[in-house]
């Protein structure tokens, strides 16, 4: 029996992994299985992660000792968020529409340290003014920590203006990269952040079990992590329990073994977008998506995703008709039509990239006027 054949309109939620990934995951996995270390050798893991930070570092114009590798996005904000650890009366900006890993660890130091977190409330589109985020920012904001893009509605944010203002009263922008690394162009130093990360198995199109962070140069040495681990010396073979040197860039945060063969795959599928060019996968990924507005509009379905150029990202989130509900319409598209979106907040999400066609969207639209006529 042939397997089902897909049509995944949710890059948002879970990537179709990258051929080139999954090929470069199983090799590596496949080695270990004959030999184990005779095939993957000190040598061999001391520099895995070589290659994923390279190809990272091409993706947001940085050097490559500006970026660290870890299993999961969650993971490496934590800690940083022991190593920014704010102090007792200052305060933490976020937003309530973030997703969740992207504040929890600030709440957790926040609660040890004695610090207050603020959240910049949203509309009934779950739209969240800029403005309403700079407001909260004051002398004493320790860290300004938010999504670039927001998972539930696209929104983004322009990180530039925030980073400014956030600078200027002394306090670090860590920022949740994770629905835009892979689809939008980001050149980290012009940002002004401190830190970005991201998971690896969204736009990125690795799967689980690896993802990327850059940490800006000027921070770097400044931070002591706040999770650490035998790779965390900076000759990570020079095993002396008595000591701990940690490296001088930001693989300081990479502290212990991960799925090395997720991170190589991880690196090919970069290699595949930088290979293309960043700017050409947003316009196609763009394109898709204004495709599924413009279907959804004559549809007559709300869209409740910010549509201005420098707001909207490759996220198109609607609004389903009186009398159904997102989970209700997701589901049916899934089990009747095999195209995979998500189910966020009420509201039916649609984030197509660049290995995206016309004809796919076509039968999203088609499913959906049949559902609703």
């Not at 270990?32 to 290659?51: C, M, T, V």
């Not at 940002?191 to 736009?203: H, L, M, R």
């Not at 073994?257 to 090919?268: I, N, Q, V």
Request: hydrophobic share 40%.
């Amino acid at each position: 029996m042939n397997p089902r054949r897909w049509i995944n309109l949710s890059y948002a939620n879970v990537a179709t992994t990258s051929e080139k990934a999954h090929l470069a995951s199983l090799e590596w996995a496949e080695s270990l299985a004959r030999g184990g270390s005779a095939e993957f050798d000190g040598d061999a893991e001391k520099n895995a992660l070589l290659p994923l930070r390279k190809a990272t570092s091409r993706l947001l114009s940085c050097d490559k000792d500006d970026i660290c590798v870890g299993s999961s996005a969650t993971e490496i904000i934590c800690s940083l968020a022991w190593a920014f650890s704010p102090a007792k009366g200052s305060n933490i900006v976020s937003t309530r529409s973030t997703f969740p890993s992207t504040v929890y660890p600030w709440m957790r130091v926040a609660e040890e340290n004695g610090a207050n977190i603020r959240l910049a409330d949203y509309d009934s589109n779950l739209y969240t003014r800029q403005a309403d985020i700079l407001d909260l920012i004051d002398e004493q904001t320790s860290i300004v920590a938010i999504s670039h893009v927001e998972y539930s509605n696209g929104q983004r944010y322009d990180l530039k203006k925030i980073s400014e203002v956030a600078h200027s009263v002394g306090a670090a922008v860590i920022v949740d990269a994770t629905q835009s690394m892979g689809v939008l162009p980001i050149e980290a130093s012009k940002t002004g952040v401190d830190a970005i990360v991201s998971s690896g198995y969204k736009w990125l199109r690795g799967s689980y079990g690896a993802a990327v962070a850059y940490i800006s140069p000027e921070v770097t040495r400044d931070l002591n992590p706040g999770l650490v681990g035998f790779r965390s010396h900076y000759d990570l073979w020079d095993l002396k329990a008595e000591r701990l040197e940690l490296p001088m860039d930001a693989s300081r945060f990479e502290y212990t073994t991960l799925h090395f063969g997720t991170a190589l795959g991880l690196a090919a599928s970069i290699d595949e977008i930088n290979h293309i060019g960043i700017d050409e996968v947003w316009s196609m990924a763009s394109h898709m998506s204004h495709l599924v507005i413009e279907g959804a509009s004559k549809l007559g379905l709300e869209v409740v995703s910010p549509l201005s150029e420098n707001e909207r990202s490759a996220i198109v989130s609607i609004r389903p008709p009186t009398g159904l509900n997102s989970e209700h319409i997701s589901r049916t598209l899934l089990d009747e039509f095999g195209i995979v979106v998500s189910s966020r907040s009420g509201l039916i999400r649609i984030s197509p990239h660049f290995v995206n066609r016309g004809e796919e969207i076509q039968a999203l639209l088609d499913a959906l006027g049949g559902m609703i006529s």
